[in-house]
């Protein structure tokens, strides 16, 4: 469960992150070039950023829904920080050179080294290194124009190689100030992840001490699960 949490908010970070979407086609009254310059835009302005953040998980053949919710803090370039505060507290840090998975109840923390390898496993680590979203995506949309306030402009990311763990991206983007609101990741297993984002603060300041961590006393650290490199 911390690893399947920590790999969806690790996508998301990149997505959040990330910087010149890929341009392919679009419909609707904006034109997709106008709409992937007014996001890029307002990424360039967001170094820092808080929010509210709820999870859904819907996995392939099984009817029940896993949910979570918490606050994440991120800080260009490569920084976040993820406090899940159900279904259980859980931290996901990552401060550009360490990963560190903590679960309170299990007393347990995954410490991974940001290596190449993990960068090219994960988008949102291969983000922080420097490579462009355009680098790994090919961004489609949006496929509606919103007739109301509350609804998003819908942008679609297909990545351009196998080697990473999802099928598709789909982003719901605020039509007014262009911020991400909405997440949904799918797996090549047809698993469904969809994280939506509230509160979202990009005024105010966030402490860099936030991403570092202390192991505490009679926490267990121990390495990651072996996972196969990039093909």
């Given at each position: 469960?911390?690893?399947?949490?920590?790999?969806?908010?690790?996508?998301?970070?990149?997505?959040?992150?990330?910087?010149?979407?890929?341009?392919?086609?679009?419909?609707?009254?904006?034109?997709?070039?106008?709409?992937?310059?007014?996001?890029?835009?307002?990424?360039?302005?967001?170094?820092?950023?808080?929010?509210?953040?709820?999870?859904?998980?819907?996995?392939?053949?099984?009817?029940?829904?896993?949910?979570?919710?918490?606050?994440?803090?991120?800080?260009?370039?490569?920084?976040?920080?993820?406090?899940?505060?159900?279904?259980?507290?859980?931290?996901?840090?990552?401060?550009?050179?360490?990963?560190?998975?903590?679960?309170?109840?299990?007393?347990?923390?995954?410490?991974?080294?940001?290596?190449?390898?993990?960068?090219?496993?994960?988008?949102?680590?291969?983000?922080?290194?420097?490579?462009?979203?355009?680098?790994?995506?090919?961004?489609?949309?949006?496929?509606?124009?919103?007739?109301?306030?509350?609804?998003?402009?819908?942008?679609?990311?297909?990545?351009?190689?196998?080697?990473?763990q999802v099928s598709r991206v789909q982003l719901g983007v605020d039509p007014q100030a262009y911020l991400v609101r909405q997440v949904t990741l799918i797996d090549p297993l047809g698993n469904v992840t969809?994280?939506?984002?509230?509160?979202?603060?990009?005024?105010?300041?966030?402490?860099?001490?936030?991403?570092?961590?202390?192991?505490?006393?009679?926490?267990?650290?121990?390495?990651?699960?072996?996972?196969?490199?990039?093909?």
């Open positions: 469960m911390l690893k399947r949490l920590a790999s969806a908010a690790l996508l998301v970070l990149g997505v959040l992150a990330g910087a010149g979407l890929a341009q392919s086609g679009g419909s609707g009254s904006l034109p997709l070039a106008e709409l992937v310059a007014r996001v890029q835009a307002r990424f360039d302005r967001t170094p820092h950023l808080h929010a509210r953040f709820q999870q859904e998980t819907r996995l392939q053949g099984f009817e029940q829904v896993q949910r979570g919710e918490g606050q994440v803090w991120i800080l260009q370039p490569g920084m976040m920080r993820w406090d899940y505060t159900t279904p259980e507290r859980q931290t996901i840090i990552a401060n550009g050179e360490t990963l560190w998975l903590y679960s309170p109840e299990d007393r347990q923390v995954i410490r991974e080294r940001v290596t190449e390898s993990l960068r090219a496993r994960t988008p949102a680590l291969f983000l922080a290194g420097g490579a462009r979203l355009t680098d790994l995506f090919v961004v489609t949309g949006p496929s509606v124009q919103p007739s109301g306030e509350d609804e998003l402009l819908r942008l679609e990311l297909r990545p351009k190689e196998e080697r990473f969809t994280m939506s984002f509230a509160d979202i603060d990009t005024e105010g300041a966030v402490d860099p001490s936030l991403f570092q961590f202390e192991v505490p006393a009679g926490v267990e650290v121990v390495a990651p699960p072996l996972m196969p490199g990039p093909r």
